[in-house]
């Protein structure tokens, strides 16, 4: 996340603060070896205070993708994915330069690494563009990370709000998507009793705790 306390969040695209990432990346790696996971969201960073966005799109581009290809080669060492998530700049960080799926899906191209997926967070996306069907079967293939939370409020999914969480779970199997879904929400109330959608869901399923089926039992 490069220096919280000096504004950053990321280091991607930041132009003169390469040095600074790979330090970090390493330090993510080695946490990551250490707890066993295989996926590191590489956060893009802010536009730069007193710039405007338009003028330095290209550099942070630029620096984006040089930084990406650098990270690709050091967790393909790993065995390791790297992520991008677009979050939005009309709600929760308007300085963050990576925002939408579109852009995110451009700039993996241009990288053309294997080893570099999309983190979709359908939260993001909702505010940003909606169209959360087509947008989750358009950039399907590119897909290495889900994480939901409940629109506006960013809540539990099943929390009062704009996204129907059970068609988007069925979509999701439909697609054949089989990777983990991230609850990266802000309860309500107890972090446990929270997750009574989840019991809920499983129910309306036919799942007994933990996604077993009563009929394989």
């Known amino acids: 996340p490069g220096d919280p306390e000096a504004g950053e969040l990321g280091l991607a695209a930041v132009p003169g603060r390469q040095a600074a990432f790979r ?10 070896r250490a707890v066993g996971c295989p996926r590191i969201h590489v956060m893009a960073g802010r536009v730069p205070l007193g710039t405007d966005r338009a003028a330095v799109a290209g550099e942070m581009e630029t620096t984006f993708i040089e ?7 050091l967790l393909s060492q790993e065995d390791m994915i790297g992520l991008l998530e677009p979050i939005n700049n009309r709600i929760t960080d308007p300085r963050y330069y990576l925002n939408t799926p579109h852009q995110a899906a451009a700039i ?22 909606g169209n959360l069907s087509q947008n989750l079967e358009t950039y399907f293939p590119l897909i290495g990370h889900i994480q939901i939370a409940q629109v506006p409020g960013r809540h539990e999914p099943n929390s009062p709000g704009e996204l129907n969480f059970p068609y988007i779970f069925e979509l999701l199997e439909s697609l054949g998507y089989t990777g983990y879904v991230g609850c990266e929400y802000a309860p309500k109330g107890d972090t446990l009793e929270g997750l009574g959608w989840l019991r809920s869901y499983w129910e309306s399923r036919g799942l007994q705790h933990g996604g077993t089926s009563k009929a394989a039992k």
């Open 23 to 32: 330090q970090g990346l390493e330090a993510a790696v080695r946490y990551a």
């Open 67 to 73: 930084n990406l290809r650098y990270a690709a080669d």
């Open 108 to 129: 993996l191209e241009k990288v053309g690494r294997p080893n570099l997926k999309l983190q979709l967070d359908l939260f993001h996306c909702q505010i940003m563009d």
